[in-house]
């Protein structure tokens, strides 16, 4: 399935599609200005996966300068996977994966060194993908969603 998938930059013309799979994925959606606004944004990868002309999923992500310690200028860039979603009948077919690797190829050409990432508490299959892709859990987030916890992810890319 996802070896027939096309992973490409988003276009404007994708954002009805985009919106539709985001108000599927989540209770809390983004709407169509604020997927707009990360396309519009410096330092911001929108990409989006096609199947059969299809948008079936996307992901979102930002390189940002590293702002944890500071004490020090870090001048290592962090990259931040701001949103990701699938059509609910399509996940678990690699399509995730295609849009996270494809992602992480952008932030290493961007000289990005850690990825990292919130989730739901709930969602354990979300979980369960980043963990094979090298992602550990570093900490909670108490009422990150406002509703209920996140849980902090981070990757190095080697």
Do not use: C
């Amino acid at each position: 399935m996802s070896e027939r998938v096309v992973i490409r930059g988003f276009r404007p013309e994708d954002i009805e599609a985009v919106y539709e799979v985001e108000g599927r994925s989540f209770p809390d959606a983004w709407s169509k200005n604020q997927l707009m606004s990360s396309y519009r944004s410096p330092q911001t990868y929108f990409l989006v996966a096609v199947l059969e002309g299809e948008v079936v999923g996307y992901v979102i992500g930002r390189a940002e300068q590293n702002l944890e310690d500071r004490l020090f200028f870090d001048s290592r860039k962090l990259g931040h996977v701001l949103n990701i979603a699938v059509s609910p009948e399509l996940r678990r077919s690699g399509i995730g994966t295609r849009l996270m690797k494809s992602l992480e190829d952008l932030f290493r050409i961007e000289g990005v060194e850690r990825v990292k990432l919130e989730v739901r508490a709930s969602n354990l299959g979300a979980q369960r993908l980043y963990e094979e892709l090298g992602y550990e859990k570093k900490k909670t987030a108490l009422f990150y969603y406002g509703d209920e916890d996140g849980i902090i992810m981070e990757k190095r890319l080697g």
